[in-house]
């Protein structure tokens, strides 16, 4: 019986120590530094802007995707002067506010929630990169699992 048990552990330990020697990290293409450094000179404004917006209108601003499909190249957005329903104000308004140089190699939306721990947003960013799109989101209120760091979008079949 302990026989057992110590070819059983011994086996167990063979196992985990071969994955743990075979796994990979996760490799992110190198555009992705850059664009995060875009977006961290992004984020103050945007949270400036957000606390204006809600001060005035009792709730923070929504966006609508800036450009129709997540650039790979600095592209003009071509959603800057869409806005939602519910909502007069366009992309533009945020987009003049925040400085935003006339292209971008990412898109971007602002997405709004209102849950029972308070009012929220998230900026969800997409980019191209050799074919594949990467995500990223950065959450602004209490629902903090909303963000999420880069990772590959699966493409749908």
Same mark, same amino acid.
């Given at each position: ?13 063979? +196992?985990? !120590?071969?994955?743990?020697? @075979? ?18 000179? +992004? +984020? *103050? ?28 190249? *600095?592209?003009?957005?071509?959603? =800057?002067?869409?806005? *939602? ?24 939306? =602002?997405?709004?929630?209102? !849950? *029972?721990? !308070? ?10 990169? @050799? ?20 990772? +590959? ?5």
């Amino acid at each position: 019986m302990k026989q057992t048990t110590v070819l059983l552990l011994a086996l167990v330990l063979a +196992l985990v !120590g071969t994955g743990a020697v @075979n796994a990979q990290a996760a490799a992110y293409p190198a555009e992705l530094e850059y664009y995060d450094a875009q977006i961290d000179l +992004l +984020l *103050p404004r945007l949270e400036s802007f957000q606390w204006q917006y809600h001060a005035i209108n009792g709730r923070f601003f929504q966006a609508l995707e800036s450009h129709t499909s997540a650039p790979d190249v *600095p592209t003009v957005p071509d959603g =800057i002067q869409l806005s *939602p329903t519910d909502q007069p104000e366009a992309l533009a308004y945020f987009w003049q506010y925040a400085g935003l140089p006339l292209t971008l190699a990412w898109s971007y939306r =602002i997405d709004t929630y209102s !849950g *029972p721990d !308070g009012d929220g947003y998230v900026l969800s960013v997409q980019t191209l990169i @050799n074919g594949e799109t990467w995500q990223r989101a950065v959450n602004y209120g209490p629902d903090t699992w909303r963000s999420a760091d880069w990772y +590959l979008v699966q493409p749908e079949f």
